[in-house]
């Protein structure tokens, strides 16, 4: 299983703070979202931002309109995901 840091993000809208995110993606990666979640829920790879030097875990949630990634640390689900930039 790999380990892997995820640097960037698409949204269909970069400007809504609610509007789904499409893609996630590192330095040599890009992703769709369901790919993720396909290989977390596999036990494949796992998912992880790095902001202000803190890891956080990317996990499935299982919301009222399917599934979604968010991340987790310090026992708290939060939003690191959406402070990223932007995807090439």
Request: glycine share 10%; proline share 1%.
């Amino acid at each position: 299983m790999a380990d892997v840091q995820v640097t960037c993000i698409n949204k269909n809208s970069r400007e809504s703070s609610h509007e789904g995110i499409t893609h996630l993606g590192g330095s040599t990666w890009k992703w769709t979202r369901s790919e993720v979640i396909t290989s977390i829920e596999n036990e494949t790879n796992t998912f992880y931002t790095m902001i202000g030097g803190k890891r956080a875990n990317v996990g499935v949630v299982n919301g009222s309109n399917g599934k979604y990634l968010r991340t987790y640390a310090d026992g708290l689900w939060n939003d690191n995901l959406l402070a990223l930039p932007e995807c090439s």
